[in-house]
């Protein structure tokens, strides 16, 4: 779930959608509830023309049953959705809170980070951000590249001014199959 480099530099710095497993897992779940509330409904049928109706007032109790305990369901799975969208916008917050480069600069940030990656450590690269008036640098630094198991990763040393604010911190970037996504 690390976001691309080259995505955050084109102004893409919309995190991923953390709910859409959990969508995806609650519309199978209740599709295949659905598909065994219209079986247990077409057995009930296929009985009652079989006994001439005379089935009919036990399988309505069952499918009455199914259908509660459904519906049960449904509410369940509601509720922990509504939770787990919470806990993510809670956790997004607070990530926004902590970031170092807001969203409005990285794009800037991402580009000098971009043009500076393949260089050896102590490369660096300003930038600023007319928009917002913010300004930065970035640095590679040294680092021992078996640390993380022969994945190519950069550590890069960053700064964000933006008035009399100035901020300081790292990151971490890997490539993966030709392409630098940003784990920290």
Same mark, same amino acid.
């Given at each position: 779930?690390?976001?691309?480099l080259?995505?955050?530099?084109?102004?893409?710095?919309?995190?991923?959608?953390?709910?859409?497993?959990?969508?995806?897992q609650?519309?199978?779940?209740? #599709?295949?509830?659905? %598909?065994? /509330? $219209?079986?247990?409904?077409?057995? &009930?049928?296929? +009985?009652? =023309?079989?006994?001439?109706g005379?089935?009919?007032?036990?399988?309505?109790?069952?499918?009455?049953?199914?259908?509660?305990?459904? #519906?049960?369901?449904? %509410?369940? /799975? $509601?509720?922990?959705?509504?939770? &787990?969208?919470? +806990?993510? =916008?809670?956790?997004?917050?607070?990530?926004?809170?902590?970031?170092?480069?807001?969203?409005?600069?990285?794009?800037?940030?991402?580009?000098?980070?971009l043009?500076?990656i393949?260089?050896?450590?102590?490369?660096?690269?300003?930038?600023?951000?007319?928009?917002?008036g913010?300004?930065?640098?970035?640095?590679?630094?040294?680092?021992?590249?078996?640390?993380?198991?022969?994945?190519?990763?950069?550590?890069?040393?960053?700064?964000?001014?933006?008035?009399?604010?100035?901020?300081?911190?790292?990151m971490?970037?890997?490539?993966?199959?030709?392409?630098?996504?940003?784990?920290?």
């Amino acid at each position: 779930m690390a976001p691309r480099l080259a995505d955050i530099a084109a102004g893409n710095t919309s995190g991923p959608n953390y709910m859409a497993p959990v969508d995806r897992q609650i519309a199978l779940t209740m #599709a295949r509830q659905s %598909a065994s /509330m $219209a079986r247990s409904a077409g057995y &009930a049928a296929i +009985d009652a =023309a079989m006994t001439g109706g005379m089935s009919l007032a036990g399988s309505g109790y069952s499918l009455a049953m199914q259908g509660a305990g459904n #519906a049960m369901l449904a %509410a369940q /799975m $509601a509720s922990v959705r509504a939770q &787990a969208s919470a +806990d993510v =916008a809670k956790a997004e917050a607070q990530e926004k809170a902590a970031q170092l480069v807001p969203d409005a600069d990285r794009p800037s940030e991402a580009q000098a980070v971009l043009s500076i990656i393949d260089g050896s450590s102590g490369k660096s690269a300003s930038w600023q951000n007319p928009a917002t008036g913010a300004s930065g640098k970035v640095t590679l630094k040294a680092m021992d590249k078996r640390m993380f198991g022969g994945l190519d990763c950069r550590s890069i040393q960053r700064e964000w001014k933006s008035g009399a604010t100035l901020r300081r911190g790292d990151m971490l970037a890997c490539r993966s199959k030709g392409e630098w996504y940003l784990l920290s």
